[in-house]
T-cell receptor, first 112, second 116 residues
Framework: GQQLNQSPQSMFIQEGEDVSMNCTSS?????WLWYKQEPGEGPVLLIA?????ELTSNGRLTAQFGITRKDSFLNISASIPSDVGIYFC????????????FGQGTRLTINP | GAVVSQHPSRVICKSGTSVKIECRSL??????MFWYRQFPKQSLMLMAT?????????EQGVEKDKFLINHASLTLSTLTVTSAHPEDSSFYIC????????????FGQGTRLTVV
C-alpha cells in the first residue's frame, strides 16, 4: 500500500533549538496534515495543507506542502519543553479513499 | 478545532468478554469516522472506516466479526471488541470528519484496553 516515509524517527535537542522533520512518498497527495501526539492521548491537529507549494504557520510551527505533492516538512522554531511528543504527518491521496495515510512518527525529546 | 470525545479512556476486561468503546463528535456532524489501533512506539494503524448508516469498510487483516463497528448516527460510532484476548490489548483511537471540502480529521483521546 501507499507509504509515507517520515524522518527522522527521533530527535534529541536542546531547548531553544529549531526542529525540522519531513515526510516523503512515491505517491501524490492532495492534502497533508501534521499532528502531535502526547503519551496516552489522541493526535492533535497542528497544521493542514491543501495546495502544492502552500506554506502555513501556526505560532512557532511552519509547514509546507511540496511542489511535487509528494512531500511535506514541519519546522518548529525556538523549541520549548512542551513541544515534547510524537509528531505525525498524514496525507490523503488524490484519487484515494477518505482515509489518511500516516507516517511513522518523529519522537521529539528536549533537554532543558 | 472540532471536538471528538472517546469513552472510556481506560478499560480492563477479562479474557473472553466484550468491550464497547464510544466515539462522539460533540460540535459537528461526522459523516465519516475512523478507528485506529496503535501499538507502543508505533504509528496509527487504520482498522476500519465507517460512514453513517452504512456498513464499515475494514482494512485488510482486520476481523470484522471481532471488531464490530456501528455508526448509527452522525455523532456516534462504537467499536466493540468481542471475545477479547490479551493480544487485543492496545490503544484504540477514533477520528471523525465532516463531509466538507476540508478533509481534516479530528481525533478522540484514545482508549487504553487491557485484557487480562
Amino acid at each position: 500500500g501507499q507509504q509515507l516515509n517520515q524522518s527522522p524517527q527521533s530527535m534529541f535537542i536542546q531547548e531553544g533549538e529549531d526542529v525540522s522533520m519531513n515526510c516523503t512518498s512515491s505517491s501524490i497527495f492532495n492534502t497533508w496534515l501534521w499532528y502531535k501526539q502526547e503519551p496516552g492521548e489522541g493526535p492533535v491537529l497542528l497544521i493542514a495543507l491543501y495546495k502544492a507549494g502552500e506554506l502555513t504557520s501556526n505560532g512557532r510551527l511552519t509547514a509546507q506542502f511540496g511542489i511535487t505533492r509528494k512531500d511535506s516538512f514541519l519546522n518548529i522554531s525556538a523549541s520549548i519543553p512542551s513541544d515534547v511528543g510524537i509528531y505525525f504527518c498524514a496525507g490523503q491521496l488524490v484519487q484515494g479513499a477518505q482515509k489518511l495515510v500516516f507516517g511513522q512518527g518523529t519522537r521529539l525529546t528536549i533537554n532543558p | 478545532g472540532a471536538v471528538v470525545s472517546q469513552h472510556p479512556s481506560r478499560v480492563i476486561c477479562k479474557s473472553g468478554t466484550s468491550v464497547k468503546i464510544e466515539c462522539r463528535s460533540l460540535d459537528f456532524q461526522a459523516t465519516t469516522m475512523f478507528w485506529y489501533r496503535q501499538f507502543p512506539k508505533q504509528s496509527l494503524m487504520l482498522m476500519a472506516t465507517s460512514n453513517e448508516g452504512s456498513k464499515a469498510t475494514y482494512e485488510q487483516g482486520v476481523e470484522k466479526d471481532k471488531f464490530l463497528i456501528n455508526h448509527a448516527s452522525l455523532t456516534l460510532s462504537t467499536l466493540t471488541v468481542t471475545s477479547a484476548h490479551p493480544e487485543d490489548s492496545s490503544f484504540y483511537i477514533c477520528s471523525a470528519r465532516e463531509n466538507t471540502v476540508n478533509t481534516e480529521a479530528f481525533f478522540g483521546q484514545g482508549t487504553r484496553l487491557t485484557v487480562v
